[in-house]
């Protein structure tokens, strides 16, 4: 339905309604790290490969928890694999509370393209066991 009138209206409609503010919806605290993360990727999916640089929002690391939530069932069993960015700024960790632990660390946009399955910019720091890390390395870039 949207796109028939998308189709009826023209460009010009769709683009004048691209440029109205975000929905309400989208930035309600449960919805926004989503959105931003959607937007903020499909843009570094652009802009790497045609060698631009785009800004990273100070905002983006609170999208890594989200990330690690979704991914917990990936990572290797037993691990607490604990995130933090370079910046010191924050840290999150999943997985047991007893038993071996993995430490990411990196700058926030790296590790949200680890985690979303994308190579990173940068090295991502992982200390801990060497045969966990090694899971670790090996689950990078499984979508």
Known sequence: MVMRYERRHGFETLIDRLRRPSPRLLLRPQVAPVTLFEFWTHHDDLAGPNGLVHAVPATLAGVIPLLLRY?????????????????????????????????LDGPAADLVRWL????????????????????LRAFAGRV
């Open 71 to 103: 991914r917990v069932k990936q990572l290797p069993a037993g691990v607490r694999v604990t995130v933090r960015t370079s910046d010191g700024n924050h840290t999150w960790s999943v997985g047991p509370k007893s038993g071996p632990e993995v430490t």
């Open 116 to 135: 979303a399955g994308r190579r990173p910019l940068a090295e991502i720091g992982m200390a801990g066991p060497d045969a966990k890390v090694r899971a």
